[in-house]
């Protein structure tokens, strides 16, 4: 059943806290913040199926305005606060918000916007609920130059928020603590909205801190959190060098977003006697579509786990399913599936057919049904569960004067998975140094290559396409 974005949670009941300021917000609050905003939103001229672009670090005000503009019956784009100004300017243009909202400190270089501050409680209407309508709008980097508008629907995140709430048996007495950002689906789905939907307490801090976790958890109550694996070898390489900490009341753990390691895996268990879990997420699935189930259930190191909520398949180039063990390429179906990228027939045709999402990643299923993924058919780069496009990085680089070609691609990093690569082709003298700092003026830090290697040119196939996976070979990186 199509369901649109509903919170659970009696109202006096805490939804969130924020820990440095020890403030909490009830589900009462909650919601008369959210249809406060929403009022006002409606009254500034958001209409149903108007896209709000925001920035802003984690914390409750992000929650709220995410609702709000759901409630106003509109799309929300939330953008990383770390971009520059280039970076908001194309993504500003490409979703073409009816508004922007900012919160005083958050995005220094968001142009335009509204301060949160100054959405006044206004006595506007509220369309009705809607589960077609598209609540979140994101953009996913593709292996082409522009990235992809990704629409999700309410009944979409509602689907995938059950999901998760269901795959770990979350109830009112869970405690999420979102370490993740708010602008991924990995920290609003999985961290904030599955928490919402079952009536839990979502501990929400302004940004992860190795050093404050553990006492934050503690403190609040927190049972569970879900993390990419280089937050996870944070805190277990902070344990293996002696840092204290407080006991906790963590009944597991959750890693997503990029590839974990087996050896993670162990280590962290061992240190905190808590199971970690790893489980299989995409934009355009809402988020969750496998997960290794919790204890006393299998959990298989090296695989994402059985299917959650949505089928999947392994098919060939044909969309025809592969047998058992056969590697192909992953495909999900199911009520989390978006319907298709917005205004991008091309791509469209290429990733979905008759419910089917192709995901990019190259994989097998095993007798019992586990998902076991061999490598992405993809080029992101996958830096901690941020995904890169090369393109991107190529264009920063290539607006420098002395670069004639480059080409990035991703290095293996033992903190982050993946780190961000590249070679070039000078016309003219620059150095690495120089280089780095000419792509941070236009590059999120997280985007900008950890090395930069000059080469006299750059190797090509017989097609005369770049070979972007061979380039850590290249420079023996690999």
Not at 201 to 228: L, Q
Not at 395 to 423: C, I, M, N, T, W
Request: one cysteine or more; a negative charge; hydrophobic letters at 45%.
């Amino acid at each position: 059943m199509s369901e649109p974005l509903t919170l659970g949670g009696a109202d006096t009941a805490t939804a969130l806290i924020e820990p440095a300021s020890g403030r909490r917000v009830t589900y009462g609050e909650l919601r008369a913040d959210v249809d406060t905003l929403a009022r006002s939103l409606v009254t500034r001229g958001v209409e149903p199926g108007d896209v709000v672009a925001f920035s802003m670090v984690n914390g409750p005000e992000i929650i709220t305005t995410f609702l709000a503009v759901v409630a106003a019956g509109a799309a929300a784009a939330p953008l990383n606060p770390a971009y520059r100004a280039d970076e908001f300017a194309f993504y500003l243009d490409d979703l073409q918000p009816r508004l922007v909202i900012g919160r005083a400190g958050d995005a220094p270089t968001l142009p335009d916007a509204i301060d949160l501050s100054a959405l006044t409680p206004a006595a506007s209407d509220l369309p009705a609920p809607d589960a077609d309508a598209t609540a979140l709008l994101l953009h996913t980097s593709g292996t082409t130059a522009r990235p992809k508008q990704v629409p999700i629907r309410q009944r979409n995140l509602m689907a995938s928020a059950r999901t998760v709430a269901a795959t770990y048996g979350l109830t009112a007495d869970d405690v999420s603590h979102c370490v993740m950002p708010l602008f991924h689906v990995h920290g609003l789905v999985a961290s904030t909205l599955a928490t919402l939907v079952s009536g839990g307490t979502v501990i929400c801090p302004r940004r992860f801190s190795g050093s404050a976790f553990w006492a934050d958890g503690a403190a609040h109550g927190a049972t569970w959190f879900s993390a990419v694996p280089t937050i996870h070898h944070i805190l277990a390489t902070r344990e293996a060098e002696g840092a204290t900490r407080p006991p906790h009341a963590l009944r597991f753990a959750r890693s997503c977003s990029s590839a974990l390691a087996p050896t993670l895996l162990a280590s962290f268990e061992e240190r905190f006697a808590i199971p970690l879990v790893e489980a299989y997420g995409m934009t355009e699935a809402a988020h969750q579509m496998a997960s290794n189930p919790l204890p006393p259930a299998e959990r298989i190191p090296g695989s994402v786990g059985l299917p959650t909520g949505t089928e999947v398949a392994v098919l060939d180039g044909d969309w025809r399913p592969q047998p058992t063990g056969i590697v192909g390429e992953v495909s999900v179906r199911g009520p989390g599936v978006v319907d298709g990228y917005r205004s991008n027939p091309e791509a469209n045709a290429a990733s979905f057919r008759d419910g089917w999402f192709r995901t990019g990643d190259s994989g097998s299923l095993d007798a019992a049904g586990y998902v076991h993924l061999a490598g992405r058919i993809k080029e992101l780069i996958n830096r901690g569960g941020e995904k890169i496009s090369p393109h991107e990085v190529e264009d920063a680089l290539l607006r420098h004067a002395a670069v004639a070609e480059a080409v990035a691609f991703s290095l293996p990093d033992a903190k982050y998975g993946e780190a961000v690569g590249a070679v070039v082709v000078l016309r003219a003298k620059a150095d690495e140094a120089t280089l780095r700092a000419h792509c941070s003026a236009s590059l999120a830090a997280f985007k900008v290559p950890d090395r930069i290697v000059v080469v006299d040119a750059i190797p090509k196939g017989a097609t005369g396409k770049i070979q972007r996976r061979t380039m850590a070979k290249l420079i023996g990186a690999e």
